[in-house]
């Protein structure tokens, strides 16, 4: 009986630690997301340092676990609260269209207990999507449509694609001067104004999600207006063609 009870607490101890370091394992999260320099931070959002050497990447079914298949960019792996740490992984993440997926050191990549994270740009479905959105922290369909870098702005609890948005400036997203849309944020009327005089152009606006929301001819000369009033608050991309030809900017409704 002696011999039970001990088995007994030496399983429950054994247990208690197996679960106290996945629960700890959900405080890390995707900060910083760069496939053109094929980088990503990792942010220790939670109380206690921990090591994430062998937490392991994947990003369209390729894996990489963190301290024997990247370089160290800046930080520790020994991640302490509130720091970061960046790695490089050359030629790993595709620029147009991919999925990341931070993961547990173990496990299977299809078992959504074993993924911490995850992220996807340029197109849906990538990779691991059906994973994440079994986990609960992904909306199926939903991708980031902004320029890269992508970068996430939310808390610990905070999962999908409305907490990720684009590193760059506003004045590096809108160099060129094919158009201009004003006033940037807006609460009612969004005017847009054309530097040329072109013909045959168009414009098209997208949510954050991707999703289209207005898709016209651009039909009164060089300008037009957009009555944005009743739209939800939020970032949306406005894309102007002409023939093959095409420009997008942002723009932010109030």
């Not at 949510?207 to 000369?221: N, R």
């Amino acid at each position: 009986m002696k011999t039970n009870y001990f088995l007994k607490a030496v399983f429950t101890l054994l247990f208690t630690s197996f679960l106290g370091q996945h629960v700890n394992a959900q405080q890390f999260k995707l900060l910083v997301v760069d496939p053109t320099a094929d980088t990503v931070t990792i942010k220790n959002f939670g109380t206690t340092t921990e090591n994430i050497g062998t937490y392991r990447l994947c990003s369209l079914f390729g894996y990489r676990t963190l301290s024997t298949q990247t370089t160290l960019v800046s930080g520790s792996f020994n991640l302490n609260p509130n720091a970061e740490v960046t790695v490089s992984i050359p030629n790993y993440l595709n620029d147009t269209a991919a999925d990341l997926g931070l993961y547990l050191p173990t496990g299977n990549f299809g078992v959504a207990a074993n993924m911490l994270d995850f992220t996807q740009w340029g197109s849906s479905p990538n990779g691991r999507e059906s994973v994440a959105v079994s986990k609960g922290i992904w909306t199926a369909g939903t991708f980031i449509n902004v320029a890269a870098p992508y970068e996430f702005n939310g808390t610990v609890t905070d999962f999908g694609v409305n907490f990720w948005d684009t590193l760059l400036s506003i004045d590096e997203l809108d160099t060129s001067s094919s158009f201009n849309v004003y006033p940037n944020p807006t609460n009612s009327i969004l005017h847009i104004e054309l530097n040329d005089s072109p013909t045959n152009v168009t414009y098209e606006i997208f949510d954050i999600l991707g999703k289209q929301i207005i898709s016209e001819i651009l039909e009164s000369g060089n300008s037009s207006k957009i009555d944005v009033s009743a739209w939800n608050s939020g970032l949306y991309l406005i894309k102007i063609s002409n023939g093959d030809q095409t420009e997008t900017k942002r723009f932010v409704k109030q």
